[in-house]
């Protein structure tokens, strides 16, 4: 049983939302709020672990009284507000954010995207083909997982995690100025001659699939990747003592990948490089 560490009560703010009465923790933010009501705000570089960066701008809502949008992921709930989330100007506002970004990188592997260019009738298309922000080949240089930077967006949700907000190695950044702004390690050199502990939280956080295991690209090259036939078995990591909560994604009987449960109060998400990659022996069956 997992143990929930109990938070010290906090107030109810109460605003308008849609044109209906909503009450919120104090501090929740707007997005909170919307997804407690069952709205469906679309975002890409929220993430539920680590401090809203506000670059992908998706989630943007109209606050009444405000004179720009306001992103929803870190706009805080205010007493007596009064927000709009489905307005023309928000959905405006979505639709070109959606078609600049599919117009420049591939979401083909981002959760979800296909479903609000539909929505939003965005049409990246019309940006042309030298709209591509980067054409490259996929940076496959260790064993463990895959640098795809055309499917990058930017969204600083690496260099978070593996900074200050959760690994502290710091050893992925951000490269170059403007147009020619990058993610990469240090001197933009291969994986292994970096700083990186490969503990793959970045690849945990990452909404594009711009970073992703080994096993997966292979699979997904091959053909053969199908989240629709795994199962998802949740567990404790047996390396050592702390008690990391590992999940096992298992697809034809071997585990393709594994993640951490990023409400468990000892990893938050994260692993160390034996819980996120050390599972091979597990399904060595001679």
Same mark, same amino acid.
């Given at each position: 049983?997992?143990?929930?560490?109990?938070?010290?009560? *906090?107030?109810?703010?109460?605003?308008? #939302?849609?044109?209906? !009465?909503?009450? &919120?923790?104090?501090?929740? $933010?707007?997005?909170? =709020?919307?997804?407690?009501?069952?709205?469906?705000?679309?975002?890409?570089?929220?993430?539920?672990?680590?401090?809203?960066?506000?670059?992908?701008?998706?989630?943007?809502?109209?606050?009444?009284?405000?004179?720009?949008?306001?992103?929803?992921?870190?706009?805080?709930?205010?007493?007596?507000?009064?927000?709009?989330?489905?307005?023309?100007?928000? *959905?405006?506002?979505?639709?070109?954010? #959606?078609?600049?970004? !599919?117009?420049? &990188?591939?979401?083909?592997? $981002?959760?979800?995207? =296909?479903?609000?260019?539909?929505?939003y009738a965005a049409k990246p298309e019309r940006f042309g083909a030298d709209a591509a922000r980067l054409n490259e080949e996929p940076k496959v240089d260790n064993d463990l997982y895959v640098r795809d930077y055309d499917k990058c967006i930017l969204c600083y949700k690496c260099v978070d995690a593996c900074g200050e907000q959760w690994q502290n190695t710091f050893a992925i950044a951000v490269a170059g100025r403007g147009f020619d702004a990058r993610i990469a390690v240090e001197h933009d050199a291969p994986l292994t001659d970096s700083a990186c502990v490969y503990c793959g939280n970045c690849i945990e956080v990452c909404p594009t699939g711009a970073l992703s295991f080994k096993s997966e690209f292979d699979m997904r090259a091959a053909g053969?990747?199908?989240?629709?036939?795994?199962?998802?078995?949740?567990?404790?990591c047996a390396y050592c003592g702390v008690g990391c909560n590992l999940t096992l994604h298992v697809q034809d009987n071997d585990i393709v990948k594994v993640t951490s449960p990023h409400d468990n109060p000892v990893t938050h998400g994260n692993l160390c490089i034996k819980g996120r990659f050390g599972y091979q022996h597990v399904q060595n069956r001679d």
């Open positions: 049983m997992t143990a929930i560490p109990l938070q010290p009560p *906090r107030r109810l703010v109460e605003f308008t #939302l849609d044109g209906q !009465a909503a009450r &919120v923790p104090e501090g929740a $933010t707007i997005l909170d =709020a919307c997804r407690a009501a069952g709205k469906d705000v679309p975002t890409l570089c929220e993430g539920d672990t680590l401090t809203p960066k506000n670059a992908c701008r998706v989630c943007v809502v109209e606050v009444e009284g405000a004179r720009t949008l306001a992103p929803a992921c870190s706009r805080r709930a205010e007493p007596g507000m009064s927000v709009r989330t489905d307005t023309e100007r928000t *959905r405006h506002s979505r639709k070109v954010v #959606l078609e600049l970004l !599919a117009s420049s &990188v591939d979401l083909s592997t $981002t959760p979800k995207v =296909a479903g609000w260019l539909k929505e053969t990747w199908d989240e629709s036939a795994q199962t998802e078995t949740t567990t404790v």
